[in-house]
């Protein structure tokens, strides 16, 4: 008996350690989930520079803990004061979203990190560090506003660093102006894809030159400078930035000569030269006129390259927009981002514990395509264009296994974004037609 006995003991203490093992495992990944989830928003509200409001449907004791610990235990860099609000509760329509005790758990998690129930708290510096618990009739929600201890030494350290943040934060355009010659090439070719792109920054650098001749000009007519116009003048010359539209030239040149033209840029080109064919003929005729036959020789010569390039432009096929980068990666998140919708659409605030640690990531997941789009896109590109590219990246999501997986419209996805060019423009100007656009 005594043996049974024992043998019974010794599988039942076995069986329990295994439950224990189980239910801590278990309550280990509830953890995870709770931090994971809490640590996107408190991202999200730390990174607040404005009042905001946001949805605690679903948070118990342990999650409100959590937030109110990565949000708030440390000030936020602020300059002013803010209200963060915080909806905790409401009326029929939204009630099995929030645990009746939500308010009471919330309330308590910003207690424990050090703040004060203040019902005459508003949004001034004297609030710092204060919450107060109000139901909205109107709205008929329930809210926890909270006013957040600010940091004073963000903002002095920003303003000791200021030329150093401003540099920092250059522009593409800027980047691009100051750039020397071998990294303006790169920077081109790299950052500066379509031709409508190059067409922008041609234009750019024609409005700079244009500016700073006017700036000369002044000067020789000894008249004082505005200080924006010395800070201009002080920048990159007029004789550099001729020297980078030589180049920006030759590549524009280069991708009309090999046919890599969209159709809505092939389209525009041949407007232009309709135009610029009409202005030539116009000249010609009044140098005729004025008896001025040199002239009208190197117009005629000027004409016939305008129209062999129009010709050459209307024969080419349009090419595709370029390739996406990161496009891959955008489109896996975009996917993930889209099932995490249905999901909340589909459990209508009843989810399972795999569906709360999914749901928990997406802060992280629209992070992430935020940056990769952001460095995705072309440093000139306009945003119908852009948006055009993004779109046709989910698209090629779908139509996989199709076997067409090879082309790319004439460019190609590396870094530099196109073939090398076929024509440099360092060597002396050449009047063709293309030249004339310019």
């Not at 709360?356 to 896109?377: D, F, H, S, T």
Request: aromatic share 6%; glycine share 8%.
């Amino acid at each position: 008996m005594a043996t049974v006995a024992s043998v019974s003991f010794t599988a039942t203490a076995t069986f329990l350690v295994h439950v224990i093992y189980d239910v801590l495992g278990h309550l280990g990944s509830v953890i995870l989930i709770v931090r994971a989830m809490a640590s996107g928003l408190a991202g999200k509200i730390r990174r607040v520079t404005e009042s905001d409001e946001f949805d605690l449907s679903g948070y118990d004791q342990v999650r409100c803990n959590e937030l109110a610990k990565a949000a708030f235990d440390e000030p936020l860099a602020l300059k002013e004061m803010v209200r963060i609000s915080f909806v905790v509760g409401g009326g029929k329509l939204v009630r099995q979203k929030y645990s009746d005790d939500l308010p009471k758990h919330f309330c308590s998690a910003l207690t424990l990190v050090g703040f004060q129930e203040d019902n005459s708290a508003t949004v001034e510096q004297g609030s710092a560090g204060k919450f107060k618990y109000h139901h909205d009739t109107n709205k008929n929600l329930k809210f926890v506003h909270v006013f957040p201890k600010i940091s004073e030494a963000a903002p002095a350290r920003a303003a000791e660093e200021g030329e150093a943040a401003e540099a920092a934060e250059a522009t593409p355009e800027e980047m691009l102006l100051r750039s020397d010659d071998a990294d303006f090439l790169r920077l081109v070719q790299a950052q500066v894809v379509t031709y409508a792109e190059k067409k922008r920054l041609l234009d750019l650098l024609k409005q700079r030159i244009s500016d700073l001749e006017a700036i000369e000009a002044k000067m020789t007519r000894l008249e004082r400078l505005e200080p924006s116009e010395e800070a201009l003048f002080n920048d990159v010359g007029a004789e550099e930035l001729k020297e980078k539209r030589k180049v920006v030239e030759g590549e524009m040149k280069a991708m009309v000569d090999s046919g890599r033209l969209t159709a809505a840029e092939r389209t525009d080109l041949l407007e232009q030269l309709e135009g610029k064919l009409e202005a030539v003929n116009a000249e010609i005729a009044k140098a005729q006129q004025d008896g001025k036959a040199k002239k009208v020789q190197a117009l005629q010569h000027q004409l016939e390259l305008m129209q062999s390039t129009k010709a050459s432009v209307k024969a080419a096929e349009p090419v595709a927009l370029p390739p996406l980068k990161h496009g891959a990666k955008i489109r896996e998140l975009r996917m993930k981002l889209a099932e995490l919708a249905q999901v909340e659409k589909v459990s209508k605030g009843h989810y399972s514990m795999d569906e709360l640690k999914r749901l928990g990531e997406r802060p992280e997941i629209e992070e992430a395509v935020e940056e990769l789009e952001k460095r995705a896109r072309g440093w000139l590109e306009s945003d119908e264009v852009f948006q055009e590219r993004l779109q046709a990246n989910l698209r090629t999501g779908l139509k996989k296994g199709t076997g067409r997986g090879g082309g790319s419209g004439g460019y190609t996805a590396v870094s530099s974004g196109v073939r090398p060019a076929k024509a440099k423009a360092s060597g002396p100007a050449v009047r063709n037609g293309f030249s004339a656009l310019a």
